[in-house]
């Protein structure tokens, strides 16, 4: 337990704050892998790439090839580019992306990191017979509008909180 037995712990003086920051963000992001493992040759969907669905995209492209970060900000597109996820696109294209990557049959794993309904909307569409989504963003109070339609029912998904 921290110094004084409550549940924050200061950080050092001497350590950054923004990497300090990012440490936290990182952490999120890494439970979601652990509770949502991405297995060799998985096709992944990260729905939104702000700091922690880029995370989320980087640590699921250590284990698969085959990893689509998605989001309708073109710089956020091009910053997930860079850093090395290994497929990138808009809300548009990713149903055909996704669908080419897997050869039809969906996603294995969708992460929804954008904190929005049609974020959650398109992770449950882009999702596989048996697949998971893990909703990794968090919408506090927010209420949310979502069809699971008939897809959700019959290709058996499931949706873990993480």
Partial sequence: MPEGGGLVTPVPEDVDQDSAAFANLLDTSMNCLFDVPVRFGDVVAVFGLGIVGLFCALLAARTSDRVVGIDPVPQRRAR??????????????????????????????????????AGLQAAILATGQEGTIAVVAFYGTKSLEIVPGDAFQVRRQRIVST
Wanted: proline share 8%.
């Fill in 80 to 117: 997930a580019a860079s850093q090395g996820v290994p497929y990138v696109a808009g809300p548009d294209e990713s149903p055909d992306l996704v669908a080419e990557l897997s050869e039809g049959r969906g996603a294995d794993v969708s992460i929804e990191a954008s904190g929005r309904a």
